[in-house]
């Protein structure tokens, strides 16, 4: 349902009428009863309407996210009655703002509420960022696909494949160079890629020279069609050194075999400790130190996140001195998902037997150790430009009190890292936002929901558009219900997550401490 408040400052044009959107730089002329390009503005009987409804977030909630739209009392749920709430457990976020492009407004929504006995000010608006990307971690020991090598969607490339991590594979998606830097088609794609991964949907993406792999945040992936269900435990090295004890008595020799490193018991600092016999087992890999071998096999989809289906190709030929027929090993996976039981003939040769009850239990608590696979995507963004104008008359000021913690940055309502130096660079997890919280313009870029929270001291201090500092609850009355020259979308009312600090949390947040002062 839409807000219809009437303004001197309305855009207005009689009904039937194509009225231009100057949200952003495509400008759109939408007919009567359309929306522009972005699916975000739309010309509602001559008025310029926000579709999307503001998103408030209320602190006294519990049990999840019930939705209670604000303006619309043929809601099934408890409609709302027009009460305000005290100021600290309201918070306007970002989601449904609108933007001001370009900046020489002040941004949407400047509010004022009382924390504690603080006078707090929370700019709001919807930034546009060219300057944008998400980065995506795949919880696998699966090999995606060679660093550097492009991702693509649907042919185009939208990313590359980054240095992996600790039982992950990493993506980096997006950027203004694919934006905005190749062609139309992969600006678009681009954009419908970012703008799907960062709303929580599934986008299925191809790796050159690798595999395709679905992701969607907070779900596992999805490798050439095989559902993903659990990250390593840790290389075979570390592997060696959590359970080789479990393994003493029980066997004679165990390979753990991981495409980063391969651990050998026997000859591991974790068999030594604890006094296990030499077994002549000889490894065809690149040595690193006692027990622990790189390069033992090419990455894969296979064994450990190697290309082998068969681990015995891993080996050498038993030394004859030491190695004895009967001897018996266990290779396995850093997953436990696959696992193989041994033991030598008369020539010193594998042969694969049933594995033992015995050990049985060691490869389920391998497993059992293993975390599940999920797929993390973040939100990154450089908040620069002409977003810092919608603030201040002076944007530098911003960027100098957030590096000095005077101000801090919340996307959509859930907290977002700040990186060091130049500019004002956040990250977020897309998981702790309001869902479908991001929009886009086909310029091509995405819009992402921002707020900058500060005392007011601070906020004057900094250059402030003070002329245009509402009350929260004002704004809560509908007082804001025009912003722009549009008409907003409603007003919807969600719960604040447990698991996020509350955007205007002082203690947390540290706006207590004296030598933050203004």
Known sequence: MTEQISGDTAKRKPAGEKIR?????????IADGRSGACDRYANQGGELVRLDPLTILENRIEGGGKVVPFLDNEDDGDPWQGDVLADGETFIT??????????????????????DGVDMITVVTEGIFSYCGVKVKVDTDRHLGPERNLVRVDGEPIGHVTTGEYG???????????????????????????LALCNREAVELTIDDGCSVVVQAGQPPIINGILESRMRVGCGSATIGMFASQW????????????????????????????????????????STPGRYFQVAEPGTGWGGTDLQDPLK???????????????????????????YYELDGDLKPVQRDLPETLTGSVERI?????PAMCSVLFMGGAGGSLRSGVTENPVRLTRSVKNMLTVITVGGAPCYVWPGGGITVMADVTRMLENAFGYVPTPALVAPIEFTMRRSDYQALG????????????????????????????TQVAHRPDNPWPSDRQHYGWNREDNAG
């Open 21 to 29: 959107c100057d949200a952003c730089p495509v400008m759109c002329y």
């Open 168 to 194: 992950s594979q990493m993506l980096s998606i997006g950027g203004v160079h694919h934006l905005t830097g190749g062609g139309k088609k992969e600006g678009r794609v681009t954009c419908a890629a970012m």
């Open 314 to 340: 891993i080996l050498e030929p038993f030394n004859p001195k030491i190695a004895r027929p009967g001897q018996s090993m266990l290779m396995v996976s850093t997953t436990g998902e696959q696992s193989a």
């Open 248 to 287: 003493s008595g029980l066997v004679d020799e165990v390979v753990v075999v991981d495409d980063h490193i391969t651990g050998v018991v026997s000859e591991h600092q974790a068999g030594k400790v604890i006094g296990w016999p030499e077994t002549g087992i000889r490894i065809n890999g690149r040595k």
């Open 464 to 491: 402030g558009h003070m002329d245009h500092v509402m009350p929260i609850a004002d704004a809560l009355k509908g007082g804001l219900g025009r912003q722009n020259d549009h008409v907003l979308g409603g007003r």
């Open 94 to 115: 970002a989601v449904g703002a609108g933007t001001t492009y370009p900046d020489y407004k002040p941004a949407p929504f400047i509010v004022s509420s009382e924390i």
């Open 367 to 371: 497993t059992e150790n293993c975390e």
